[in-house]
């Protein structure tokens, strides 16, 4: 499926395209991909996150490299905030 969309630092799943297949779970090496009503309350935000961006950002196809500082962002609370400096879900 085309439901993956990169953008400078991180993926977004367009959840129009998304299947429900999981097929990605086991894939994500930080365990980052959830479904939708596994979601904990407190990430919710994330699901207008990623109808956003994947709107803006380009489908990728092909399993790519991870940045060179992805480990740095392993365990970080609060990411999204931090690199974008907006507060999630606005």
Wanted: aromatic share 6%; net charge negative.
């Amino acid at each position: 499926m085309d439901c993956f969309h990169e953008g400078e630092n991180m993926l977004v799943i367009d959840p129009e395209e998304c299947i429900d297949c999981t097929l990605c779970v086991p894939e994500c090496p930080v365990d980052a991909i959830v479904a939708d009503d596994e979601l904990p309350r407190d990430l919710q935000h994330f699901l207008a996150i990623n109808a956003k961006h994947s709107a803006l950002w380009p489908v990728i196809t092909e399993k790519g490299d991870p940045p060179p500082d992805a480990d740095d962002w392993i365990g970080v609370e609060n990411k999204y905030a931090t690199q974008f400096s907006e507060e999630p879900g606005r």
